[in-house]
């Protein structure tokens, strides 16, 4: 039997850079797996979306279908899963619905990459970080964000890391920065937890800048660490389906 299709769903974006992110994430992905049947879909604002790649697979292939969303929020949550209920069931492929990309270990590693690369030499004793995430309206979506800047405080030794939402939530990656330099941070970093540059991503990093943000990294974008949480959540998807069967 051949190995199941992956197919890779983004929130898809007006924004051109997000697509190329998304391809060369795709790309990356391939790379570090050979053989692998990856294909892309696009929840709105670019195509394909994700009934016309999967109209394109065979009808005797599985398929596990990965959101690549570092929250579990609405999208994942109730949007795919409509999507996929509303497929044929006597027709098409089988498929299987992964977890979203976050949170996960690996991800710390992609901020801390990007981070680095924006703001070299950084003394994390003196230093604050603002985990800056999309935001949502899904409380349990903005808790995860909150755990994940206590985690990696823990881990890495920053002098403080607090949650920031760029909508939706509160506070604003501007107001964590001014937060943080008011309570006598010598220094106060952002780190952009978005997969793909664009309207969040420009938003943050202007509002931080303004507001004296010393350094703002970009999107995690085609790094080694995103493409191998790829993976990670793609067998374990297969590992639930025979567990299952």
């Avoid at 990007?114 to 994390?124: F, I, K, N």
Wanted: with cysteine; hydrophobic share 50%.
């Amino acid at each position: 039997m051949p190995e199941p299709v992956l197919v890779a769903v983004a929130h898809g974006s007006a924004d051109p850079r997000a697509s190329a992110t998304v391809a060369a994430l795709a790309a990356m992905t391939r790379e570090r797996s050979p053989g692998l049947d990856l294909r892309t879909a696009f929840l709105g604002h670019a195509p394909p979306s994700l009934p016309q790649v999967l109209g394109t697979i065979e009808a005797d292939r599985e398929v596990v279908v990965l959101p690549l969303l570092l929250t579990a929020a609405y999208h994942s949550k109730a949007d795919i899963p409509r999507m996929l209920a509303r497929m044929p069931r006597t027709r098409g492929p089988r498929v299987s619905y992964g977890a979203t990309l976050g949170p996960h270990p690996l991800l710390l590693d992609a901020l801390e990459r990007r981070l680095t690369e924006a703001d070299p030499g950084t003394d994390p004793a003196r230093t604050a970080v603002v985990l800056a995430a999309a935001g949502s309206s899904d409380p349990e979506a903005n808790a995860t964000i909150t755990r994940m800047a206590a985690q990696w405080q823990a881990r890495t030794g920053w002098l403080a890391v607090r949650p920031a939402y760029a909508s939706a939530a509160e506070p604003t990656p501007a107001a964590a920065v001014t937060g943080l330099l008011r309570d006598g941070a010598p220094r106060v970093v952002v780190a952009t937890y978005l997969l793909a540059p664009g309207l969040f991503a420009d938003r943050i990093r202007h509002a931080a800048l303004a507001a004296g943000a010393a350094a703002v990294s970009p999107a995690l974008g085609a790094c080694a660490e995103v493409a191998d949480v790829m993976l990670d959540r793609f067998a374990q998807a297969g590992t639930t389906r025979r567990t299952a069967a």
